[in-house]
């Protein structure tokens, strides 16, 4: 990619884009960082940080974060290469003033006291958004988190749904779901109670979307209310399906993480266990995306090899759509090719170009910054260029992905 005049034109225009992130860790109560440790706390760095040599010793609660601070920088050098590297650096460059070219593990001290100086301030959290252009954040609610004591316009409430599907079976999920609904489940009847329970009480405090993250061999389908008692698997599916029936009913999107496997790696710092498996298959959700076609399934997927898979999906059903580049997806060199299908394949109103997943609102600008270059190259080779859009059709096409299309698909 060349960064000529084209380029650069587009780029400047698609970065005045006010943005609406679809998918945030954020906690509303404490939304932004406080230290240096918020920032390179992030599983990124200390899964980076391990896989290049470090031990997990300073990841104890009990290590003081600037010896944390310091360890983990002691080793970014062996990870400067990295997109990661490069979300760190845009941060220091932009929040902390930072004005060197490379940061370096002499600077641990001087970052952990701009941070720690900088991020005292009263409306540190005002100044992040402002920074960042960004108007709202989706956040990730369990379903007995507290929907109080913040701005759900700002902080968009969204139901996260795997311990309902997944660990129903678990006494101290039970208890948790019977302190939210007031409802102990046992049979069918008990659950779908508590699950519509629950979609009413998030739904009268603003929320937007339902989520759920999803392993690779899961496979929805309807069950009998006899079968909901019956092994974990059938469960799982049953309960699955309920959610996709108050979805329709409460006219919220779902949003599908698919394909992850959890603890690959055991001894692996915390989040840094998983990883994708390219087995699985969207035919697994056929029938779903056929059962419920009033419901909004913005899917995403772990890596580029089911890419033409969920393009194709979104190519012809009206209610899939594309969304985000996930996790290990979440780097330039798999985004550009990934990014210039669905622009390619899928209608410009069914993508939801971008999300952050961030912890820290700090993240939100280098990791749209990161996405915005590669989007301004793909819009300037595979569209200007080829004389099939004018600069001014692109940067339109740039606000459907980044902006419009949550708007209209989450109804904010």
């Known amino acids: 990619m060349i960064h000529d005049n084209l380029f ?22 404490r939304p932004a960082s406080r230290t240096l440790d918020d920032i390179l706390g992030y599983h990124y760095y200390t899964e980076l940080a391990h896989s290049a040599g470090m031990t997990q010793e300073p990841l104890a609660a009990s290590v003081p974060p600037r010896e944390r601070v310091r360890a983990i920088l002691a080793h970014m050098p062996r990870y400067d290469n ?19 070219d490379r940061v370096n593990p002499a600077d641990a001290d001087w970052l952990f006291d701009a941070a720690e100086r900088l991020m005292a301030q009263p409306d540190w959290e005002q100044q992040v958004l402002t920074r ?20 759900t316009t700002r902080y968009i409430p969204c139901l996260r749904t795997d311990d309902l599907v997944f660990k129903l079976d678990q006494p101290s999920v039970r208890q948790r ?35 759920i993250s999803l392993p690779p061999d899961f496979s929805p389908r309807p069950v009998t209310e006899f079968d909901l008692n019956s092994d974990p698997a059938t469960r799982a599916s049953g309960v699955f399906w309920m959610l996709a029936e108050h979805c329709r009913e409460f006219q919220l999107p779902f949003d599908l993480m698919i394909g992850v496997n959890r603890r690959v ?11 994708f498996d ?17 419901v909004p399934f913005c899917v995403s997927v772990l890596s580029s090899t089911i890419n033409q898979e969920l393009c194709s999906f979104a190519w012809i059903f009206p209610n899939v759509i594309t969304s985000g580049h996930w996790w290990y ?78 708007r209209s698909i989450f109804r904010v």
């Not at 590297?85 to 003033?97: E, H, P, V």
């Not at 960042?132 to 701005?151: H, I, P, Q, W, Y």
């Not at 302190?179 to 929320?207: P, Q």
């Open 132 to 151: 960042s252009k960004l108007e709202a954040v989706f956040l990730t609610n369990e379903f007995d988190d507290r929907l109080e004591g913040f701005d």
């Open 177 to 211: 779901l019977a302190k939210a609904t007031g409802i102990e489940v046992g049979d069918a009847k008990s659950v779908r109670l508590a699950v519509s329970k629950l979609f009413a009480h998030f739904a009268a405090r603003g929320a937007r979307a339902c989520a």
């Open 329 to 406: 997806a979440n780097v330039p060199a798999f985004i550009r090719p990934d990014l210039a299908a669905r622009l390619q394949a899928v209608p410009k109103t069914k993508q939801l170009g971008y999300y952050s997943d961030m912890y820290k609102l700090e993240f939100g600008l280098p990791k749209f910054n990161m996405y915005r270059r590669v989007l301004a190259g793909v819009l300037a080779d595979d569209f200007v260029r080829t004389g099939q859009l004018s600069v001014d059709r692109a940067v339109e096409l740039a606000r459907f992905v980044l902006r419009d299309n949550v």
């Open 278 to 294: 390219s087995r699985t298959s969207l035919m697994l959700y056929a029938e779903l995306f056929n059962a419920f076609p009033s």
């Open 8 to 29: 650069k034109e587009l780029h400047s225009a698609i970065s005045e884009i006010v943005l609406i992130d679809p998918h945030t860790h954020i906690d509303p109560h």
């Open 82 to 100: 990295t997109a990661q590297y490069a979300w760190f650096l845009d941060i220091c460059r932009t929040f902390l003033g930072y004005d060197g």
């Open 265 to 275: 790696y055991r001894n692996g710092v915390y989040q840094g266990q998983d990883l």
